[in-house]
């Protein structure tokens, strides 16, 4: 294995035809190239997606009502109905499978002009009454202070959490919205706290840099929505799946508010393990592409250097010949030719390994880091342990190359091969 | 040394078959020296391949040794040629791209002697055909001659019992052939059979015992010294 003489042979049968070398060589080179490329890619699509997730709670899902489309109990069809305030508790109470209801209710957006202001400053927000829950289902980063609580909620406190936007319009620099009163839509608001989102690929109609989160009974009582509820934000227990409690909080709901349970466009709904799914499945799709594309890629390579392997076998026949009259052994003679062809192979592969490597390292060294707005791409970077699998595969492939010539260089007789001219 | 008892063969060349060999006894014994002639076409070339298991008989026996050739693997047929047999070409056959050295130790190689071990033997061997000046030389910048003695010096090294020549001095000019010939007549006083195929009557002329092949069969088997003129040679002229 590590006769000098070996080597020399390869060496001087690879070098005789340098060009021709290079080019056999580049197409493993590009192969493994692509591939490392599109697995780079493939990663930093992946990464940037699911950072922009964040810990979203996956086992969620949003429910809303819309226009029955059935006539029902002597209501006709096209007829609005909103949910109640008693639904949050019927909710609880006759579905088992739930794990968390957080209600809410839209303020009024920022499309209607300046609605919050502070001192001199004013600007247009989203104003969304909320539960505490919600912070376990869409959860925020904790800038400043505290999110709602409970307590907030009972005694229906005008108090509000402010995106960190909010808080840089209203506020000065260095001055602290902790404990200062805003005005939204004319009431004044405790702040007690600022959050920094942490999902930004999922948004509820509006930027949540730019939202308030006030208690959902308080935005009942002071902008008079009654009992009102926009939708619900709804969990399923940790071991049952989302759609369960889709199905059985959309027929509940029917029941209470006189929908035919064969309506099934009277309550909208979204249910993100569903997307989630989708999502990794896509993500697999993906992946199996870039696999097969890659690996494609690399046997148009591999087997342009078993072509080129034959022909060097080819015009090396006479000197085989000389080898074998000489006492050289078929295993001999095989073992040479592909060790030759695995050297070629590997060094292609190992240098297109290393060039793709390189290069998504630089473009994520040079990406943007993705702070707070919507990412698709993020850390395009390669797995060692499938860089070790491509890199074994190219060693494997360049045996299978070697393999064909090899045997066509022995299954000549070595008379025959003598002769050859 | 080389027993062969009604050895044929014959070459199949699309659907009509050849038949080289029309049934050869022969008996070489161990030290002798012997040529082979006969016109182009005789078989002789074939013969020597055959001795030299380079190409397979379809009937007869074929003993090596004592040891009856048959039904041999490739590899077992490197292994004997390796061990018995030293081989010395017309063309030389040397490898262009190793010098002289590497080239007289290359069946050394095959033994799996160390690359230090066997330079070493090379050099001794190089000296023995006086090439030791020209031991880093590759084989291009030599002339025939000396690329013949080069040959020679590969084919010994492995200390074989048989050197098998075909056409050696076929390639080189009369005062170069000659040097060759004393060369295979030196070796063969150290006990080495010598099998040569020639065409040329003083070539084989220095040998023991003339083996004449016409048309795929021994015509003539003479030991030396009764040096009959070949009629079909006589006729060409």
Redesign the interface.
Known sequence: MF???RWYEIW?SLAKNKVRTFFTAFGVFWGIFMLMIMLGSGNGLENGITYGMGDLATNSVFMWTRPTTEPYKGFPRNRRYYFRNDDIQALKDNIPEIGLVAPRLEGGGRQSGNNVIYKQNAGAFNIYGDYPEWNKIDPAEMVQGRFLNANDINQAKKVAVIGRRVREVLFEKEEDPIGKYIRIRGVYFQVIGVFKPKNMNFNFGGDKEQSIHIPFTTLQKVYNYGNIVAWFALTSQPDVEVSVVEQKAARLLKERHNVSPDDHRAVGSVNLEKEFKQMTGLFMGINGLIWIVGIGTLMAGVIGISNIMLVIVKERT??IG???????????VITQIVTESVVLTSIAGYAGLVFGVLIMELIDKNLPEPGNQETMFMHPVIDFQVAVVALTIVVFSGVLAGLVPARKA?SI???DA?RYE | MIKFNGIHKSYQTGNSSLHVLKGIDLEVTSGEMVAVMGSSGSGKSTLLNIIGLLDVHDGGDYYLDGKLVKDLNETKAAQLRNKHLGFVFQSFNLISFKNAVENVALPLYYQGITRRKRNKIAMEYLEKVGLLPWSDHLPNELSGGQKQRLAIARALIGNPKVILADEPTGALDSVTSQEVMELFTQINKSGITIIIVTHENDIAHQTQRIIRLHDGKIEKDHKNGHFVPHTEFAKTI
């Not at chain 1, 000389?322 to 001999?332: C, D, E, N």
């Open positions: 006769d000098r003489d001087s006479k000197e000389i080898m074998r009259a000489l006492g050289a052994s078929p295993l001999k022995v007789k070595p008379i003598l």
